[in-house]
């Protein structure tokens, strides 16, 4: 089932939870909304499940207009983040609910119950309460009661955030599986960009109610198209410098008044021609610890992460993370020089925030 | 708890251990005293001298200034003691001697403070007595008069030393029933006394005057109360004081529950005291709770059953009501939007304040005009088990509404979004999704509407003629009208059978109770 | 064509939307009906017709259930209540009675038990609060039974018999001090309430607070008045509002006791008046209409004091819209 946004708001009286949304997700599609709590992405996910009514715009269906369908009549199916199983229902009923709603024949409950149980792989459990269950198992039963129905679009609110996070990673990858299995368009709503980034087909960036960005991840990752989204794409997050680009004799330098970096021309043309100084971003994984680097800076934190140490390097008055392997131990205070790949580097004008590279 | 207040302690011994000589500690004492003297004096002042009075020019006619007043006083050297005793107490772990010697010597000082002021006044000990101006002593033919005052009133009546009293008006008295008559006279009032005087049988009425006679002799009872009042304030656990506040505020209730269960299992009762038929102590009989099923009281023959099915049909009608009713209001207003929302909202808050009682009169009327219409009138009319029930469901509708809406609020959205979503109207969602979710709610504002229906005097009363739809306490009502104080055994044993479901829900549903007779706003404090 | 989508979309679904909400408020009226339907016929109409019932003469002599035949008589009632030799000690005596009441036993007593049991072991604390609430609890007629007891003559009586066993004399005690124990019965009563608002506000004082108060090292009476009394100004507030209303208005307690006795209106109070002349005449001669003008009164205070009541409320910290629009 296609699902089109166009020109979506909603407004609770003054307050705007999102404005001017237009999105086209594709039969079969998994699409994330990611952005950070309050960008308006669990209100869009409710109004198209249709717990709000849209203040203006068009959600359509297929071909079908469901502004004004009542949830029931939509046949979505939710998975909530806090589940919300009914406590005093057992499983079975749990899941059985959305058919019995249906007046859809004893028999046919119980078979299709079995069935959703079995593919969640909570065939025991249906003879307990969510109450006695794991949060994992009753992550499996709240996508069971998703599923019984059939629905054409399957929606999910932070649905792994309640989880462990090994369980996260296991949910994950069944979810994913699931869905691509099923092939029930799906949206996933999200505050983590791992999660946004592995398992979605597309995701829509939003921050303070609008629609940042709306592209597969990798197009994400690497072409951001605005600073916002170069900045929560990516953990850690992307570094933002304070730079002008001077062009001299073909040649291209991102400058500031302790640095001197020279920049390929595709990249640096663009920014060489806006009026004034630009935001360079450039990602922790593109810095190196090098001993034939060209910028040399102190320690100023080491963050054990496990596998790799996240390091904080002060260059003059900036400051840069780099991901470091954990072999050369460094210490705080440490004078180290830094290589940076500058075939990655992004820039972003500093008013309107969007990329000077890609539009 | 415990650990906070032992951290407590060490600090106040910190800050009370700054060295204070003997005389500075008894100054302070004596300070403390004094405040209290002084303190209970000026509330004694305005009870008798401020309020009192001024209710007195509204036509008040009370006595509870006057029994405040009294109270105070009495209360006054015992506070005072205390707070003299105070100070002694920080020495009661450290040093007992300097805590007695301080505490004794302070008790002692305030003693002698505040009888010079009852010296003064003509207060307490040296108020004037009634008396007879005789002196008496109890021998084996009666009371003899020993000494007698010159022109007092037992001269001027005509008695004289040697004579022998023996009864005051046809009464037989020893020495102590003679005193007791005699405290408990007024100026003035005579006391005609019988007495012998050798063979001769005398008869003459003597007038009692107030004396005072300001014996010092008479401060030791005082003084050694004090004293060993003063032992016991030094020695008692500090913790302790609480709980024997608690259980003296208390005990006119614990006295008087105990009263009625007793009273249910005896002969009959003088006081806390069951006795059988000879008036011995003891007594235990089942005859009162016989007596409620056997359907005879005081000669009043009633059936107890249609009166229990009544009171039981009213409770059990109302709390049905008050939970339907209640939660479908309380789920519109926690989970719909509608127009009036908040207007519904307030006008509910507003009815949870407004005292519905006021409006017996003119409901009256409308349960009249209810009764006259055909078929519904007979349901819920005047003089109808409905009618009464639906009164109070409405009575008690704003607290349940507004509970119930409380509960809902507490539900999490998605679950309501959920049942949605999985097909269900909003009705069903209400039924089959929420309603089962505030159980606990549902609960305590069913024993609230249980107990409310249960025990509803005033309305059954107004509102029914006859013992048709009388109920229990409506009946209960009806028979101590009937009957004499002696027969309050078997009254009691009624009023005892009435409280047993009050007192099953008493034991196993405290909290519930708490939280709801503060009518449902804690939550909002 | 997302222009020509906002177009033609905005005027198809805008008509549905319409009708649709008014099936979703018809909905909430419908969950409200059964809830409005009682308020109309019990309080709203019961005022209306109380106002109505104060300016006719309605008595036993003239009584009609009809009120298109009731004899209106404007504001003679009131002028009758206002010569009414009887009504000024009436009033007064209820403004004793809610005076004294109030600040002796549902505030004063009222904090002093929520402070003690606050101060002790909590589940002994727990266990003495729940003690006070059985006379709420307690059917009047079976709470004042036991009242009487207390308070009747020797040898009967309880008290009396304390009396005795110390050798003082003995007293009917309802018919020398009536209204000590009117005010000690309803009193009685009134402690849970205050009690149960008081311990909630005293628990819920950030323990921080208390150790930091201890720490300053403040003994146990300094931190109740420095720390605990302004922190509970609130409650206080709110338990004097709903209290006064409470005992301006509750009469069935001192109708039981003392039915406003001994001799003339000796504790009698103004509700209780209402209902005597209205509803429970001695003499089987109702005054409806006098009466009424006597509940009217009450009926305005009630008002007033109810709106107070929201707005100690905070009642718009209360009201947060629903989250759910759909149907």
Known sequence: MKVTIDNLSKKFGDVVGVENLTLHIEDGEFVAFLGPSGCGKTTTL??????????????????????????????????????????????????????????????????????????????????????????????????????????????????????????????RGEIKHLQKDLGITSIYVTHDQVEAMTMADRIAVMSGGHLQAFDSPDELYDRPKTQFVAGFVGNPPMNFVDVSVQASNGRFFAETESLRLEVQKARGAPPASHDGPVVMGIRPEDIQIASNGLVSGEIFVVEPLGREDLIDVRVGRHSFLLLADTENRHQAGERVSLAFDMEQVQFFDPETEKSLLWQ | MKARDAVFDTLKVKVDERPQSLPQDLAEALRLGAISIIVLLVAAFLFSGVVGPLFALGGVEETVMDVLTRLSLLALPFVAYIGGASVARRYT??????????????????????????????????????SLQMTLSQTEAGIRVEAIVAGGAAETAGLQVGDVITAIRRDAVDLEAFNKRLGQALEGDPLRLRFRRGDEELQETVRVVLVSDKQLGALWPGLSLALAFTAIIVFLPGHWAPYIALVGLLSPLIVGYFWVITATFSFRTEGLVPLDGNDNFGGFTLKNWESIFVGNIAGLEFNIVPIFMTSLAIAAVMTFVVLLVSSMAGYALSRMHFPGRRFFLSFTLILH????????????????????????????????????????????????????????????????????????SRWRTYWEILLPQIRPGLLALGIFAFIGGWNAYIIPATYSIGSGVSNLPVFLEELIDATAPVDWNQVAAVGLFQLIPIFIFFIFAQEYLLNIYAGGTKGSS | ????????????????????????????????????ILVIVFFLIPVAIVLYLSVTNLASSNFTSDLAKMEFVGLKNYQTLLNDQFARKIFFNTIFYVLVTLSIFNVSLALIVSLLTTHIDRNAGFVFRALWILPRITSPVVYILIWKRMTAEAPFGIINQFNEAFGQPTYNYLATNPWVFVVVVNGFIGVSFGMIIFTSAIESIPKDLLNASLVDGSSKLQRIRYVIMPLIRWPLLFVVTYQTLSLLTSFVEIQLLTDGGPGLYRTEVWSLTAYHRALSNYFGNAQWGYGSAFAVLLVMIGVVLAVIYMRVFRFDELIAEPRVEAL
């Open chain 1, 46 to 171: 409710l109004t198209l499940a249709g717990i709000y009514k849209p203040t203006d715009g068009v959600i359509r269906f297929g071909e079908r207009i469901v502004n004004t369908v009542q949830p029931k009549d939509r046949n979505i199916g939710m998975v909530f983040q806090s589940y919300a199983l009914y406590p005093h229902m057992t499983v079975f009923q749990n899941i059985a609910y959305p058919l019995k709603l249906k007046k859809v024949s004893k028999a046919d409950q119980h078979d299709r119950v079995r069935q959703v149980a079995n593919v969640m792989g909570i065939g025991e459990l249906l003879d307990r309460r969510p109450g006695q269950l794991s949060g994992g198992q009753q992550q499996r039963v709240a996508l069971g009661r998703a599923l019984v129905k059939e629905p054409d679009v399957l929606l999910f609110d932070e649905p792994l955030s309640n989880l462990d996070a090994r369980l996260r990673l296991t949910m």
């Open chain 2, 93 to 130: 772990r450290s040093d007992i001697a300097r805590a007695l010697g301080l505490a004794f010597s302070s008790t002692v000082l305030l003693f002698a403070l505040i009888s010079a002021g009852y010296y003064v006044l003509d207060y307490g000990v040296f108020a004037p007595r009634p």
């Open chain 2, 353 to 424: 304040g407004f005292p519905a009682i006021t409006l017996l009169i003119p409901i009256f009327f409308v349960l009249l005009r209810l009764g006259n219409i055909p078929i519904i009138g007979d349901l819920i009319g005047f003089n109808t088990i409905g009618g009464i029930a639906l009164v109070m469901v409405a009575f008690q509708l704003p607290l349940g509404v507004w509970l119930m809406k409380g509960f809902f609020d507490n539900i999490p959205w998605d679950m309501e979004r959920s049942a949605l979503i999985d097909g269900a």
């Open chain 3, 1 to 36: 064509m997302s222009e020509q989508a906002k177009t033609s979309d905005s005027s198809v679904p805008r008509g549905i939307l319409g009708s649709n909400a008014l099936k979703s408020y018809l909905g909430a009226y419908g969950f409200m009906a059964p809830a409005g």
